[in-house]
């Protein structure tokens, strides 16, 4: 089964850019679709991307136009690129390992990771 660990969060201002990583390890990568969500307290998990075996992503419409997400099968990663942060991007972000691909309701993956913080501020 695959574990799934995000890196790569911080404090950044608003307008600036971040870039998450998820990296798999104990199975492949290349097999699951990777969705990465994130959550605020008291709120529920949002899907802010999926991308699918192939590498086609979607995306919740909070940030279309701003974030990115790519993978890299041959080294295990899944990113997501965030431009143009806004404060409401702060959350905790989690990638999550699924089968089914362009869906970003969180029951449909079954693998999570920790978790990487990300804070947006002046």
């Known amino acids: 089964q695959v574990q799934l660990v995000e890196s790569g969060g911080g404090l950044v201002q608003p307008g600036d850019s971040l870039t998450l990583a998820c990296a798999a390890s104990?199975?492949?990568?290349?097999?699951?679709?990777i969705g990465w969500f994130r959550q605020t307290p008291g709120r529920e998990r949002e899907g802010v991307a999926s991308v699918c075996l192939g590498g086609r992503a979607n995306y919740g419409d909070s940030v279309k136009g701003r974030f990115t997400a790519s993978r890299d099968n041959a080294k295990g990663t899944v990113s997501l690129q965030m431009n143009s942060l806004e404060p409401e991007d702060t959350a905790v972000y989690y990638c999550?390992?699924?089968?089914?691909?362009?869906?970003?309701?969180?029951?449909?993956?079954?693998?999570w990771g920790q978790g990487t913080q990300v804070t947006v501020s002046s």
């Open positions: 999550a390992a699924g089968s089914t691909c362009g869906v970003l309701d969180r029951a449909q993956y079954s693998t």
């Open positions: 104990g199975s492949t990568v290349r097999n699951y679709v």
